[in-house]
């Protein structure tokens, strides 16, 4: 079955990086772009980017323009998102979701299959 | 950037119907998805297209869409719908917006 697995919990610093995982199974990777989504405690949900895993490219939300990276290994299949220069606010569980597209004369996106999240702690 | 706004919060009885209701420009060119999301888990999928549901999601939940409005409709609310929702919608830029969420209970 279509499957995403993401790396452990992680705490860091202000000022540090974190790099997430999530690791793609039972589809073909570089099929389908890759979404990155985060959400703080008691919060919503906020888009941070999308990457399409075949040719590398990105598409980043403006507010992390900057500071996030995306990035793949299709030979394991696996999505990274970094995050630098963390703040406290950067706190929250970060999921990875698969996207996918289609329709005729009208367009429709949607994530069918997410990860776990993975959650970062930013705390000094 | 684009926004999408939805009601903070509905509570429905149990068997009766709600109605979900997200706002916002890209909804014009775009249809949302909805999903749904309980304490502590990831977020699922409920209705994506103009009224599509995903495999095992069961069929009183429904979607539509009219001008710059998307609506998530339960009928016949369960105990298990007692979650938080949320709208997608990509806009004319490729960026991607959820909307703001309503946590429904089902009293």
């Known amino acids: 079955q279509v499957q995403l697995v993401q790396s452990g919990a992680e705490v860091k610093k202000p000022g540090a990086s974190v790099k997430v995982s999530c690791k793609a199974s039972g589809y073909t990777f570089t099929g389908y772009y890759m979404h990155w989504v985060r959400q703080a405690p008691g919060q919503g949900l906020e888009w941070m980017g999308r990457?399409?895993?075949?040719?590398?490219?990105?598409k980043y939300a403006q507010t992390f323009e900057g500071r996030v990276t995306m990035t793949r290994d299709t030979s394991i299949s696996t999505a990274y998102m970094e995050l630098s220069r963390l703040r406290s606010d950067d706190t929250a569980v970060y999921y990875c979701?698969?996207?996918?597209?289609?329709?005729?004369?009208?367009?429709?996106?949607?994530?069918?299959?997410w990860g776990r999240g993975t959650t970062v702690t930013v705390s000094s | 950037s684009s926004e999408l706004t939805q009601d903070p919060a509905v509570s429905v009885a149990l068997g009766q119907t709600v109605r979900i209701t997200c706002q916002g420009d890209s909804l014009r060119s775009y249809y949302a998805s909805w999903y749904q999301q309980k304490p502590g888990q990831a977020p699922v999928l409920v209705i994506y297209g103009k009224n599509n549901r995903p495999s095992g999601i069961p069929d009183r939940f429904s979607g539509s869409s009219s001008g710059n409005t998307a609506s998530l409709t339960i009928t016949g609310a369960q105990a298990e719908d007692d979650a938080d929702y949320y709208c997608n919608s990509r806009d004319t830029s490729a960026n991607y917006v959820f909307g703001t969420g309503t946590k429904v209970t089902v009293l």
């Open positions: 979701a698969r996207d996918v597209r289609g329709g005729e004369t009208r367009y429709y996106y949607y994530m069918d299959v």
């Open positions: 990457f399409d895993p075949n040719s590398g490219n990105t």
